[in-house]
């Protein structure tokens, strides 16, 4: 390992296949498409109480408005339930709300100023009723969405009455607001024979067309969805793109004209839900040189008021409680609780990032009990031959976590670093000034859907007879550059320019029963696809090429097919053999061994009039998978995606505001295909994690109304924020042979690195407090630090 | 008089009226010119991914230059008199300007939807410099959220970009004839209307009183980075709407008797730019505050007017003896009147004014040599973020053996009250002390005492107190050590 990638030879670099439009404003998103003559815009009308009876819905002043066109109501939908796993939620809620920003209306009209006067010219009444608004609540009065299971290994119990040292405590993490810039949005035209063309910003165009066909009382068939490219998503338009472009479809069919409804920053916070809050209660036992003997973990997460996607996320969340330690007795349950918030759902990482910062707080505690670094309990615990499988009985394969930690504990000049924190603190509590610290956290990011039957893809492949490719896959491109990705790969088996390759916008009529683009998977299953069915196509082209090798040009089909004066060249023998025997190379197509050469197009062309199908579709699934939730066991994950990142942040004394000073990251993720790609992702990924874990702050006011519902109040990262030296470095490593060009997904594990910042700022709080164990809320903002590290401040005030 | 606002757009000549005229600078090019490059996310300035350069030639100025500013909170009429342009202006034929150019090779762009703000924010930042090193392309990128990249690539893509003649917008659009085309017309004033809201843009400070006097409950639209926002959010734009941006004499900054007085059409760039030698703390502070694209519009006065319990020059200017100079007219006659701080406030985003005056200028006392000034401000986010406390405070002393005697203290805050709020009671403990660290402490917690904030979103009360308390620790420290 040890070798860094930068630099590597034939590793590609390629601008993002969107970048040219992107760069000079001609990306088209769903809102920039022209609106048409009678194209009718929507608006919402939604709760502002967390739990409410709708006492009176009417429209007839809005109606008189010129320029209002239409409202759809409940009563307008065909099936009114919803919901990915569970089928729980209203599209369109009619007489009770179970949350602040249910929809329980949409307005129609051909202009934004009479959509607007028509909104507020809307007459609801509304009647509160009491609403579950906090988990501690919810556990009280057991408000519950599914069952709680349980992830077990070894006796827990046992093992912790005989540990020598013991801790408990609760880990309390706040959700965080996805912050895509393009708001959900969604454009239906209504076509003939009720047909519905829907244009999405959503990550799961399957799941999108089904809702809306349920909604609309449509069979799978008559509707087609197609998302050319998101302005954002990461998670949050994974299944909340779909009740929005619903509502557009409703309109349109029901006044059959086009229907365009893009929510504003403001409507799309309020409405759409957020990453899950998590409260975990643990007690952990551990030897007195800081190794874990047991843990025992209790999750509960706030999953709003309906289920959405909340038990699977829960379930990651379980799975990553262990991160890249061994725990020899391990118990973690976990149960979803129901709130009146806005249905919580996925956000890069999914549960991950939750057991992630249970099991990295807890070793930063341990480090103050036992007096040691956290690096070296972090080390002594890490997964290492022998102690290899993890609580759910995988064995990590290709495990590369303990070389990541020493490398970066070298690269990153940890020690030195620590002792120079060390004693700038002792001055600091000595004379006052800025507390600082240091964290270095892992991540071991499983890849694939826990649930089996996700990891399939599909993928459709068209050679023209210019020799240009289209390529047609489930994969939504939402910015992470999959697109790009998958042109690569198809581009590399046919040996051709990247040029050559076109990918198409991805529309469930080229490519139906896809999983979303989630989980970071959206490279390995899609690309897997395209490439079986390149191989396909291959496996033809090669046996044609090996037979005109054999006969005279002029016999050639482009001497002949028009007159039909040649039979035609039969390829069946040759099929299965063939190509071993020929490569495709700088756009040529060469018989090995020979020098019969012939450029892509020109065999292309000959495949064609040869009757040979340029076409091919592919279908991929993820091998040897099988977890058993009720069991909790099994193989749940191909591969895991690892890395390691070290933190550095300074507390301001007086203010509590905290700054990141220096972030060196550590990634194997394979071998990239794209390395400016996976780059990205790695810093990106990063640095939306540190708004979560600092400075974005979910403020709801006592009737569950989301105060913070735009960027004036939700603080992400600005470009001022990002460490002042930043360091993300990838390892050479050629090992992950199961997956598509021994790549890696990168999507979100970059993320859960952040938690190094969270337990940064921990470390700098509690060396200035005596090295006793101070928790601190996920997030971490200024006031929350400041209370943490000046209690006594806040007395008798 | 004109019924239209005259703009360049990308080099082409444009009269915009009626409604058209009266919509959203963002809105009117994506879906009336179908320019849809300029993307709209949070229609309040805080995003930038709707940033457009424009150039305003004024009167008396001849050196003009492009500045990026947020179309999604201007009107189309506010922008009469302008050269603007867009992400589709600035590709040179086939060939990517640099910014483009570095953007796509560095990895800049993931989803694209920031994208055309963040090339818009950097070609405006390389009219101004050649080349950006890592602080200032930062600065000029305040104003632009990205939540794809982590920023990183996008600072190497500023990094390697180098501004090329070819490309230069302002040599490409700032063309002499259209220029003083712009210049000329605005001796017209401009008087357009919606069917609801009238824009009225006078060329004379007389008229603008007399419409006032006319039209009581008409409102001042300066840069609207508030009133934009107001309206994108759902409330009708005021029915009565006065632009002062023809009328010269309000541009100016002058210095006269150690007082700055500062025209109501005068941004916050342009204000730091002519406050750097006179008030250099103020200076300073000008440059952490908002985004270049809202300095870039907005005005002093308009932070002023806009009432707000937290505006983030307000400390500064009760420090600094500041007065708001307001006109109106009585009996037929133009009148001026001074309004000095204190006295402006009178509640929660309620000003001494009457109804028809409006206000001209501000005007605060230099920075003297005997005055140790310093302006702080606390928000969640360092950038870019409503504070959550805001103070300034200046001491004028005389040294006294080794100590410094406090002749006269001045502490303002913001974010602690309905209003901005000067603290009598703790500037007068001050008062004759010599300073040293038991007087801090004590003058600390009597702030504490004193004021009385509220809880909201951005803190509770008690973090604004022990804010406002540690502020003061600090610039006490400050003082003492130098």
């Not at chain 1, 302005?231 to 299944?239: D, I, P, R, T």
């Not at chain 1, 990251?665 to 990924?685: A, E, F, K, S």
């Not at chain 2, 509220?454 to 502020?471: H, I």
Request: net charge neutral; aromatic share 6%.
């Amino acid at each position: 390992m040890a070798d860094d990638l930068k630099g590597l030879p034939n590793i590609a670099s390629d601008p993002h296949d969107s970048s040219l439009s992107h760069v000079t404003g001609r990306s088209e998103y769903i809102d920039d498409r022209p609106l048409l003559k009678r194209e009718i815009l929507c608006g919402l009308v939604y709760s502002p109480y967390a739990r409410a009876k709708l006492k009176k819905l009417d429209f007839s002043e809005s109606l008189r408005i010129p320029g209002v066109v239409g409202v759809v109501t409940a009563n307008d939908v065909s099936t009114n339930m919803w919901g990915t796993i569970f089928q729980d939620q209203p599209v369109l809620a009619s007489t009770e709300v179970q949350y602040a920003g249910e929809v329980v209306a949409v307005l129609g009209a051909e202009s934004p100023e009479a959509l607007r006067a028509g909104l507020s010219h809307v007459t609801v009444e509304w009647e509160k009723l009491p609403a579950i608004l906090s988990v501690d609540e919810a556990i009280a009065k057991k408000s519950f969405i599914g069952e709680e299971r349980t992830i077990s290994r070894g006796d827990v119990v046992e093992a912790l009455k005989k540990s020598p040292k013991k801790l408990a405590g609760i880990v309390k993490i706040q959700g965080a607001d996805h912050f895509y810039l393009e708001s959900q949005a969604a454009v239906v035209y209504p076509k003939e024979d009720g047909q519905l063309e829907v244009h999405s910003s959503t990550q799961h165009p399957t799941e999108t067309q089904h809702v809306v066909a349920k909604a609309c009382g449509v069979p799978f068939k008559d509707v087609v969805c197609i998302a050319k490219r998101l302005g954002g998503g990461f998670g949050g338009k994974e299944s909340q793109a779909a009740p929005i472009a619903a509502f557009a479809a409703l309109m349109a069919k029901k006044m059959g004209r086009p229907a365009r409804l893009a929510l504003s920053k403001d409507d799309d916070m309020v409405i759409t839900g957020k990453r899950n809050p998590f409260q975990i209660f643990y007690e952990v036992g551990f030897n007195p040189d800081g190794k874990i003997v047991a843990l025992d973990a209790k999750l509960f997460s706030d999953g709003g008021a309906y289920a959405d996607l909340s038990t699977s996320i829960m379930e990651r969340a379980m799975l990553h409680s262990d991160n890249a330690y061994f725990i020899s007795n391990m118990r973690v349950s976990g149960q979803v609780c129901r709130t009146n918030y806005h249905p919580h759902t996925a956000f890069r990482g999914f549960g991950g990032p939750k057991g992630v910062a249970l099991i990295e707080s807890i070793l930063e505690d341990i480090a103050r009990v036992t007096g040691k670094d956290a690096l070296d309990i972090r080390k002594l615990n890490c997964y290492k031959p022998g102690e290899d499988i993890t609580h759910y009985g995988q064995k990590v394969e290709n495990n590369l976590l303990p070389g990541l930690f020493e490398k970066l504990e070298i690269d990153s000049g940890y020690r030195r670093r620590r002792e120079e924190i060390k004693a700038w603190n002792q001055k600091v509590i000595k004379d006052g000034g800025n507390p600082r610290g240091l964290s270095l956290t892992a991540v071991k990011f499983g890849i694939s859907f826990t649930t089996r039957f996700l990891n399939q893809g599909n993928a459709l492949v068209i050679i023209h007879t210019d020799g240009s490719v289209q390529v047609s896959t489930g994969a939504v491109e939402m910015g992470q550059g999959v697109n790009s990705r998958i042109a690569s790969i198809v581009a590399e088996e046919f040996g051709l320019p990247i040029s050559s390759i076109r990918m198409m916008p991805t529309s469930t009529e080229k490519n139906a029963n896809t999983s979303p683009t989630a989980a970071s998977s959206g490279t390995d299953i899609n690309g897997a696809a395209a490439q079986k069915a390149c191989l396909e196509i291959k496996r033809r082209l090669a046996a044609l090429a090996l037979r005109l090798k054999e006969i005279p040009k002029e016999k050639w089909p482009s001497k002949t097919a028009g007159l039909g004066t040649a039979p035609e060249i039969e390829i069946a023998k040759d099929l299965e053999t063939a190509h071993s025997q020929v490569s495709f190379e700088n756009g040529k197509v060469v018989l090995k061994n020979t020098a019969f050469a012939l450029p892509f197009a020109e065999l292309v062309r000959e495949a064609y009039l040869n009757r040979i199908s340029l076409s091919e579709y592919g279908h991929y699934r993820i091998p040897n998978l099988g977890f058993d939730k009720l069991k909790g066991k099994g193989q749940a994950f191909l591969y895991y995606t690892q890395g390691v990142a070290a933190s550095e942040v300074e507390i301001d004394r007086d203010t509590g505001e905290v700054k990141v000073k220096r972030v060196d990251i550590l990634m194997d993720l394979g071998r990239p295909i794209n390395y400016g790609l996976d780059v990205g992702q790695v810093t990106g990924g990063f640095i939306q994690g540190m708004g979560w874990v600092t400075t974005e702050n979910l403020v709801y006011n006592q009737d569950g109304y989301l105060l913070s519902h735009s960027p004036s109040t939700y603080k992400i990262p600005s470009i001022q924020d990002i460490p002042r030296v930043f360091n993300a470095n990838l390892v050479h490593n050629e090992g992950n042979t199961v997956n598509v060009k021994s790549t890696k997904a990168v999507g979100e594990p970059p993320l859960l690195l952040c938690l190094s910042v969270w337990t940064a700022i921990r470390d700098a709080i509690m060396s200035c407090r005596g090295n006793e164990i101070v928790p601190m809320e996920i997030p971490a903002t200024s006031e929350r630090v400041l209370r943490a590290l000046a209690p006594e401040e806040f007395q008798d005030l | 008089m004109r019924e239209f606002s005259l703009i360049y757009l990308n080099g082409i000549r444009k009269e915009v009226r009626g409604i058209e005229a009266l919509l959203m600078l963002g809105d009117w090019l994506r879906k009336e010119v179908g320019l849809t490059g300029t993307k709209i996310v949070c229609a309040e300035g805080d995003c930038g991914a709707c940033t457009v350069l424009r150039a305003f030639p004024q009167g008396k100025s001849n050196s003009i230059q492009f500045e990026a500013i947020n179309s999604c909170i201007t009107t189309v009429a506010q922008m009469d008199g302008s050269h603007l342009v867009t992400v589709e202006g600035i590709q040179n034929g086939d060939e990517l300007s640099p910014v483009q150019k570095a953007m796509r090779e560095c990895h800049g762009s993931q989803c694209g939807y920031c994208t055309p703000g963040f090339v818009m924010a950097l070609t405006g930042a390389l009219e101004k410099h050649q080349s950006l090193d890592a602080k200032t392309a930062c600065n000029y990128l305040t104003g632009n959220l990205c939540r794809c990249t982590g920023y990183q690539p996008i600072i190497e893509a500023a990094l390697s970009a180098k501004q090329s003649e070819d490309h230069s917008v302002s040599k490409r659009y700032l063309k002499k004839e259209a220029t003083s085309e712009l210049i000329q017309k605005q001796r017209d004033s401009v008087l357009i209307k919606n069917g609801f809201s009238t824009f009225f843009a006078p060329a004379t400070l007389e008229e603008a009183v007399h419409f006032a006097s006319e039209n009581p409950g008409f409102k001042v639209i300066g840069a609207a980075t508030d009133l934009g926002v107001q309206t994108n959010k759902g409330k009708p734009l005021p029915k009565n709407l006065l632009s002062l941006h023809l009328i010269s004499e309000l541009y100016e900054v002058r210095k006269e008797n150690k007082r700055i007085m500062v025209g109501a059409r005068v941004t916050l760039s342009q204000l730091r730019r002519e406050v750097e030698k006179t008030n250099p703390e103020f200076a300073r502070f000008l440059n952490l505050f908002a985004s270049p694209q809202i300095k870039n519009a907005a005005t002093l006065v308009g932070n002023i007017a806009n009432a707000s319990p937290i505006g983030d020059t307000l400390p500064f200017l009760l420090v600094s003896r500041g007065k708001v100079h307001a006109v109106s007219i009585e009996d037929g006659a133009v009148k001026r009147r001074e309004i000095s701080f204190p006295d402006l406030f009178l509640g929660y985003k309620k000003l001494a004014l009457e109804p028809s005056e409006i206000i001209t200028h501000v005007s605060f006392d230099e920075t003297s040599q005997n005055q140790i000034l310093k302006i702080y401000k606390v928000s969640q986010r360092k950038d870019l973020d409503i504070s959550t406390v805001s103070g300034a405070f200046l001491l004028k002393t005389v040294s006294q053996g080794t100590g410094k005697k406090i002749e006269e203290a001045r502490l303002a805050f913001g974010g602690v009250a309905a209003t901005p709020v000067r603290l009598p009671e703790a500037e007068k403990a001050l008062q004759g002390k010599v300073l040293d660290s038991k007087l801090i402490q004590e003058v600390s917690e009597l702030i504490g005492k004193t004021i009385a904030p509220q809880t909201d979103l951005r803190g509770s009360k008690t973090y604004r107190k022990v804010l406002a308390m540690n502020l003061f620790k600090r610039y006490g420290r400050e003082v003492l050590h130098g």
